[in-house]
């Protein structure tokens, strides 16, 4: 009898642990971006339950480019209403990027898509798509000029890659 417990005691601990990541994730939907000095951004991580968008940003400065979409997957996917909340903003001051990731008319949930310079191909944040395959990124811009953002998911072994239309954004 005591044995025949025993054997059980390791599966059990595994599904409890698979069940406690699975809750953790589905528990951290709906973090937020704070921009912070200009050209980067701070993730700030909260829990919220009600929460569709999971977004994790990267500093901007220096990280260079991240390789060219792509992915091994043959299931297309497309960017869908890809937009900024304004066109022009003073220098320091955020632009929100927002959009869904779609394959046909269904919503890619839990995927990256990165905020790119489409002239200088830098990537500069990204954000995590929520249940509607919807992401929300915000992006202090660092100087005056004329900046042609683009939104781009990169593929993977299931989905082909996809970049968005370049959205052009004037900071005075």
């Known amino acids: 009898?005591?044995?025949n417990l025993r054997s059980l005691i390791l599966p059990v601990a595994l599904a409890v642990c698979a069940l406690a990541v699975l809750?953790?994730?589905?528990?951290?939907?709906?973090?937020?971006?704070?921009?912070?000095?200009?050209?980067s951004?701070?993730?700030?991580?909260?829990?919220?339950?009600a929460g569709t968008t999971t977004t994790v940003a990267s500093s901007a400065g220096g990280a260079g480019p991240l390789p060219s979409v792509g992915g091994t997957g043959t299931i297309s996917t497309s960017i869908t209403n890809f937009a900024a909340d304004t066109a022009t903003a003073r220098a320091g001051t955020a632009v929100t990027f927002t959009g869904n990731l779609m394959?046909?008319?269904?919503?890619?949930?839990?995927a990256q898509v990165t905020l790119f310079n489409?002239?200088?191909?830098?990537?500069?944040?990204y954000a995590i798509t929520g249940n509607s395959g919807d992401f929300g990124i915000?992006?202090?811009?660092?100087?005056?000029?004329?900046?042609?953002?683009?939104?781009r998911y990169l593929g993977s072994?299931?989905?082909h890659?996809?970049?968005?239309?370049?959205?052009?954004?004037t900071s005075t």
Do not use: C, K, R
């Open 161 to 169: 890659g996809t970049t968005s239309n370049a959205m052009a954004i």
């Open 1 to 3: 009898m005591a044995t």
């Open 138 to 151: 915000q992006y202090v811009l660092p100087g005056p000029g004329l900046y042609n953002l683009e939104a």
């Open 41 to 49: 951004v701070t993730t700030t991580l909260a829990s919220s339950g």
């Open 103 to 110: 394959f046909g008319t269904s919503p890619l949930v839990g």
């Open 118 to 125: 489409h002239d200088t191909g830098a990537s500069l944040t």
């Open 157 to 159: 072994n299931v989905y």
């Open 23 to 39: 809750l953790a994730y589905v528990a951290w939907s709906g973090n937020t971006v704070t921009p912070s000095t200009a050209g």
